[in-house]
């Protein structure tokens, strides 16, 4: 199917679904004319439509879903049942993809809610995808090559997007969309260290963004692994191992570790 006239309806116009509509439209590859949002807060509509005003919104799920190629549930995942329930009877499976990006809601509920017979897809994306870098973890059920290659395709335009088999889902959620958290948390922790030493906060944030973006530069370029950038550092008898000594001492890579795995669900 061209994807130039592939129409896309994405129900919840929050954090996730606005921000999937934003970057949709911006993007190449679905035209803004045949994305329609919809939500049940006007004020997430409003602003949807005052960023691409080609988008269509409305406040009735039933309306936007409506001969749309691809639905995407973009709710809470408390409210994945009561959309299904809305929206189930209007559905036709044999042309509908749906895409939930509902954590923790599997496939098995999903065919519980919809049909076995049901095209269906699961993403979890992370809040990085307001500015389309996110990374999108897609895991597919009764679909074809074709329709795979198309929903990555749609996600790799709003940042990198990896298909694994939903057994694996999880683990790639607690890296990605929970791990962005992780991340701000180091870079809070850094700053504020930054501050003890005398350096203004603004300042300490910004030193901390660039030698992050660096970092990852590095390791891009280099296609290197963390420790051997590490050993590029650490003079010995200098100073950054001590630093380092210090941090594995008070449980660096082990809180780490327990993090992402304390939110790896089961
Ligand atoms: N945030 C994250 O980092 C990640 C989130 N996810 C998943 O993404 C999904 C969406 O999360 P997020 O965007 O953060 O949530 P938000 O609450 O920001 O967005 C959901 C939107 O849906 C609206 N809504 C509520 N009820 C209905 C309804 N009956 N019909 C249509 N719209 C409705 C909400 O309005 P109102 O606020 O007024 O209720 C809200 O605007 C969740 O299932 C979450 O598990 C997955 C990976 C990462
Ligand atoms: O914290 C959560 O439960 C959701 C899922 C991944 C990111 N946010």
């Known amino acids: 199917m061209e994807t130039t006239s592939i129409q ?5 116009a929050g954090n996730m679904g606005g921000a ?9 590859l679905i035209q803004s004319k045949n994305i329609r949002v919809s939500d049940v807060s006007q004020a997430n509509l409003d602003a949807i439509k005052a960023f691409a005003p080609e988008i269509t919104v409305s406040t009735s ?3 936007i879903i409506r001969n749309a190629d691809i639905i995407v549930l973009a709710v809470k995942p408390w409210l994945v049942e009561i959309i299904s329930e809305e929206i189930e009877n209007l559905l036709d499976y044999k042309k509908q993809i749906i895409v939930s990006i509902a954590a923790g ?3 098995a509920q999903l065919t519980g809610l919809f049909s076995t017979d049901a095209t269906l897809f699961r993403v ?4 990085a995808i307001d500015v389309m870098q996110s990374v999108s973890t897609i895991s597919s059920f009764n679909a074809g090559k074709e329709q795979e290659d198309l929903i990555v395709s749609l996600f790799a335009e709003l940042g990198k997007a990896f298909l694994v088999p939903e057994s694996q889902l999880n683990a790639f959620m607690s ?3 929970c791990g962005i958290a992780y991340a701000f ?9 930054g501050v003890e030493m005398g350096i203004y906060p603004h300042v300490a944030k910004e030193v901390v963004i660039q030698t992050l973006r660096g970092a990852i530069e590095l390791l891009e370029a280099n296609n290197s692994h963390p420790e051997v950038e590490i050993d590029k550092v650490t003079t010995p008898g200098g100073i950054t191992i001590k630093g380092l000594n ?3 001492a008070n449980g660096f890579s082990n809180a780490v570790i327990k993090g992402l795995k304390a939110s790896h669900l089961k």
């Open 8 to 12: 896309i309806a994405i129900v919840g």
């Open 105 to 107: 809601v599997d496939f």
């Open 20 to 28: 999937i509509a934003r970057g949709l439209s911006k993007g190449q």
């Open 175 to 177: 890296l990605s969309s």
């Open 124 to 127: 979890i994306p992370n809040t």
């Open 185 to 193: 948390r180091y870079i809070r922790a850094a700053t504020e260290g």
């Open 61 to 63: 799920n039933r309306d």
């Open 246 to 248: 210090e941090m594995e």
